[in-house]
Structures are given as C-alpha cells and as structure tokens.
Nanobody, 135 residues
C-alpha cells in the first residue's frame, strides 16, 4: 500500500513562494512516477506536474510551466513542489498521487492540442494540503 502525506501549504501573497512536500511510505520514492495534482473549489482536479521514477523526466501543466519545479530526495523518500510567482488562480488543495508506473504517462487532449497528466488513472492519493494565494 502506497501512502502519501502532503505538507507545506498555507496562505501566501500573490508573487510569493511555497514549497510543498510529499512524504512517501509503503514504497521508495524511486519506485513509481509521482505526480502533483490540484483541485480548486468547483473545478475539476488538474494534473500539475509529474516526475518519472528513474530518468528524471518531468511534466508541467502549461498553467504552471516556468513557475513550479518538481524534485525529489530519495534519501528522505520525499517529493517536492517548489511554487514561485504564485497567483490567486493557484489557490487549491494540492495532492500527490501515483498510477504505479515508473514513467509519467500523459494523455493527449486533441481539441486543445496539448498533453496532460490524467487524474482518473491514479491509484494512490494523499489527503492534500491547502494553498491559498491572496492579499
């Protein structure tokens, strides 16, 4: 059983930064690709970023590209999401999850012409941490 515990959320002003942590148990953090998702009130859960297990490949949603960075510390069995230049629209509950595959397998949204990391394929989820961006 894979378990995740997220931490690091809080209230931050627009333009500020936060670093979220996802502590992994049940497996090592280099067993599976691990993703960060978020869900704002009234909105669908969105795949924000993914880090493959072995080769360091990453995925970022276009909404966070250039502002967020995913990384991990295998010695601490922890995956991080560094969030910079935060905007009010980043306000959401952030979750980490895995589909128990070693690579970030993306889906293609043909109408939008872009790739995304699908939340409905994930098997294991944490309980989330709330990020609020407001002045």
């Amino acid at each position: 059983q894979v378990q995740f515990v997220e931490s690091g959320g809080g209230l931050v002003q627009p333009g500020g930064s936060l670093r979220l942590s996802c502590t992994v148990s049940g497996v090592t953090s280099d067993s599976y690709a691990i993703g960060w998702f978020r869900q704002a009130p009234g909105k669908e859960r969105e795949g924000v970023s993914c880090l493959s297990a072995h080769d360091g490949r990453t995925f970022y949603a276009s909404s966070v590209q250039g502002r967020f960075t995913i990384s991990k510390d295998n010695a601490k069995n922890t995956v991080y999401l560094q969030m910079n230049s935060l905007k009010p629209e980043d306000t959401a509950v952030y979750y980490c999850a895995t589909d128990r595959r070693p690579m970030c397998i993306l889906n293609y949204d043909r109408p939008r012409g872009s790739y995304y990391y699908p939340y409905d394929r994930m098997i294991d989820w944490g309980k989330g941490t709330l990020v609020t961006v407001s002045s």
